[in-house]
């Protein structure tokens, strides 16, 4: 089975001046061109044979622009909802409940404290998003190794596939940047003698190579980066055969 975890497409919650709170919302202009060059990308590469989505705005509008391209439908899930967006119990925190007054830590700093009044912590995030693994494996995992499942969600999530792949303790050490529409490619093989999951790519963002006024990378440090082309060598003069010497 091969597994395409995607981040959504840029939300105005994504905006260093957003000044909203953290609400349910949508994508911004630049995120829904995001997310249709992401569906088109994927009509044009990837057979889906199933699509899963979280259940909030972002990622919604996000799905809906791959159901428009390949007429697959999506799947609802509130497991794959971001990191403080249920309580406690599992459940979804409503619309109208929302922006939710987090804590003043960084939720993987202290992995078993709440962030918010009734919210979850670190750890029972991770047990939701890992109960939503376990069940697309129980149903996708022993099919056709070219099975591919697509499932549209958040960073957070991702980072925490990432810890549950991994096998990672409650004290992350690593923090896991996702662009928006980035795809992180894995392949489950249950019979593998090896691992059974394997990681072929982070972050694949060829659909986003027409749309993005900036280099696809997280760090400004790169911004710009892929535009600034190598120089061409220069061309040698004729060699003893009147050829032009390309042995240097």
Same mark, same amino acid.
């Given at each position: 089975?091969?597994?395409?975890?995607?981040?959504?497409?840029?939300?105005f919650?994504n905006?260093?001046?957003? *000044?909203?709170?953290?609400?349910?919302?949508?994508? *911004?202009?630049?995120?829904?061109?995001?997310?249709?060059?992401?569906?088109? +990308?994927? /009509?044009? !590469?990837?057979?889906?044979?199933?699509?899963? #989505?979280? #259940?909030? /705005?972002?990622?919604?509008?996000?799905?809906?622009?791959?159901?428009?391209?390949? =007429?697959?439908?999506?799947?609802? $899930?509130?497991?794959?909802?971001?990191?403080? !967006?249920?309580?406690?119990?599992?459940?979804?925190? @409503?619309?109208e409940?929302?922006?939710?007054?987090?804590?003043?830590?960084?939720?993987?700093?202290?992995?078993?404290?709440?962030?918010s $009044?009734?919210?979850?912590?670190?750890?029972?995030?991770?047990?939701?998003?890992?109960?939503?693994?376990?069940?697309?494996?129980?149903?996708?995992?022993?099919?056709?190794?070219?099975?591919?499942?697509?499932?549209?969600?958040? &960073?957070?999530?991702? $980072?925490?596939?990432?810890?549950?792949?991994?096998?990672?303790?409650?004290?992350?050490?690593?923090?896991?940047? #996702?662009? !928006?529409?980035?795809?992180v490619?894995?392949?489950?093989?249950? $019979? =593998?003698?090896?691992? @059974?999951?394997?990681?072929?790519?982070?972050?694949?963002?060829?659909?986003?190579?027409?749309?993005?006024?900036? +280099?696809?990378?997280? =760090? @400004?440090?790169?911004?710009?980066?892929?535009?600034?082309?190598?120089?061409?060598?220069?061309?040698? &003069?004729p &060699?003893?055969d009147?050829?032009?010497d390309?042995?240097?």
């Open positions: 089975m091969h597994l395409l975890l995607i981040r959504h497409g840029q939300s919650v905006l260093d001046d957003w *000044t909203g709170g953290y609400i349910d919302v949508g994508l *911004t202009p630049l995120g829904r061109q995001q997310a249709i060059s992401l569906g088109e +990308w994927l /009509a044009q !590469n990837v057979r889906i044979d199933a699509l899963y #989505t979280s #259940t909030m /705005a972002r990622t919604l509008e996000t799905a809906q622009a791959i159901v428009q391209a390949t =007429s697959v439908a999506a799947q609802t $899930d509130d497991r794959l909802r971001e990191f403080g !967006n249920c309580y406690a119990d599992g459940l979804a925190v @409503p619309a409940c929302m922006p939710v007054v987090y804590a003043d830590f960084w939720g993987s700093e202290r992995p078993y404290a709440q962030i $009044d009734q919210g979850e912590s670190w750890m029972l995030f991770r047990v939701r998003v890992g109960a939503f693994i376990e069940d697309v494996l129980e149903r996708h995992g022993q099919g056709p190794q070219e099975t591919t499942v697509v499932v549209v969600c958040h &960073g957070g999530v991702i $980072d925490a596939f990432f810890d549950y792949a991994f096998n990672v303790g409650p004290h992350r050490r690593v923090e896991i940047w #996702t662009h !928006n529409t980035g795809i490619h894995w392949e489950y093989i249950p $019979d =593998s003698t090896r691992e @059974p999951w394997r990681l072929h790519a982070h972050g694949l963002a060829q659909h986003l190579i027409n749309c993005e006024s900036e +280099w696809l990378g997280s =760090s @400004p440090m790169l911004h710009g980066a892929a535009k600034i082309l190598p120089p061409a060598p220069p061309e040698t &003069g &060699g003893p009147g050829a032009k390309s042995s240097a």
